[in-house]
């Protein structure tokens, strides 16, 4: 899930840059359209992984949004006697200090989710305006944004976040999420690209052409389109690896210095013995949870990739 260039080289390789008739869709009119679609979600509602893995996203989700609201107190805050096993009056049991560790989980669940959404959001978006702006105008402009593309590809991207983490004396979840999201584009510029100048001389982007549109608008109403399945894929990519990246800051200390996350909380767990005094229920659900999102994100991408590439869909 980190989004190595070469696994995303194989999924870009797996996922048809313009499946069969695609470009006859995009002239024909929104009928074939439709009916592409439907076919979409037709495979989409039977694909086992795809729905176990947007299943177990989406609990965790209800969990973020709902976990906060039956708890009356923070998830810093001493609530309770301290390390004390999950029971009625704590589900999930308290830490060392008396916190509750419910209350922390459901917090971190959010903190999670924000930084996947934003950091994942933020690498796509550039990764996309440059690789569509070096796929599709060519010349001197791709040469200069594969270049940039390459010196960031090869920048170490959890050293470059350690050291710029370490010099930050109030770190956030916010600015965490926004050195992800620039350090982690790279993989999805080079794809794009790659992509864009296959399908710039399609017929049916000529036909555009003819018609007077121009580059922006044949980019959003022709050619992304066309790759609007392996977006999707790449976009579930970064989530997850967005997830990681963070989780990984968080558990070696460079998190946020205020709130809690699934990483902090780990990280909390370790500098107080949690794991030698027994108490497992501290660093257990931080884990469950991390690992639970990240693998399901993968499941779901195995399973778009079924849905979308017609030779490996089941019946």
């Known amino acids: 899930m980190s989004g190595g260039p070469d696994l995303q080289e194989e999924l870009a390789a797996a996922t048809p840059a313009a499946p069969p008739g695609a470009a006859t869709a995009a002239v024909a009119g929104p009928a074939p359209r439709a009916r592409a679609r439907g076919e979409v979600l037709y495979f989409a509602r039977r694909n086992r992984k795809l729905v176990a893995g947007l299943a177990v996203v989406a609990g965790f989700l209800v969990v973020a949004a709902v976990g ?16 004390q096993p999950p029971s009625a009056d704590f589900w999930f049991g308290t830490t060392t200090f008396g916190q509750d560790v419910f209350a922390q989980f459901t917090h971190g669940l959010r903190s999670t989710f924000l930084v996947g959404v934003l950091g994942g959001g933020l690498a796509g978006l550039i ?5 569509f702006t070096a796929g599709y105008r060519g010349g001197v402009v791709d040469e200069v944004l594969n270049m940039l593309t390459n010196v960031v590809l090869v920048i170490p991207t959890l050293a470059v976040l350690l050291i710029v983490a370490a010099y930050l004396r109030v770190r956030g979840v916010v600015p965490e999420a926004i050195f992800i999201g620039l350090t982690s584009w790279p993989w999805v510029a080079r794809a794009v690209r790659a992509q864009t100048f296959s399908l710039r001389t399609r017929d049916f982007v000529d036909l555009a052409r003819l018609s007077g549109a121009g580059g922006r608008a044949i980019i959003v109403r022709e050619i992304a389109p066309n790759m609007s399945s392996y977006l999707l894929m790449s976009g ?10 963070a ?11 205020s709130g809690i996350s699934l990483g902090l909380m780990m990280n909390n767990a370790v500098l107080w013995s949690a794991l030698q005094l027994g108490m497992w229920w501290w660093f257990v659900p931080p884990g469950l949870g991390i690992t639970a999102i990240v693998g399901s994100l993968y499941i779901m991408n195995v399973g778009l990739d079924e849905v979308f590439n017609p030779k490996l869909r089941k019946l």
């Open 68 to 83: 906060p609201l039956l708890t009356d107190h923070g998830p810093n805050d001493y609530v309770g006697p301290p390390s």
């Open 247 to 257: 989780a990984t800051l968080d558990f070696i200390g460079l998190g946020p210095t």
């Open 127 to 131: 990764g996309m305006l440059i690789g």
């Open 236 to 245: 579930i990519l970064l989530f997850g690896g967005a997830v990681l990246l």
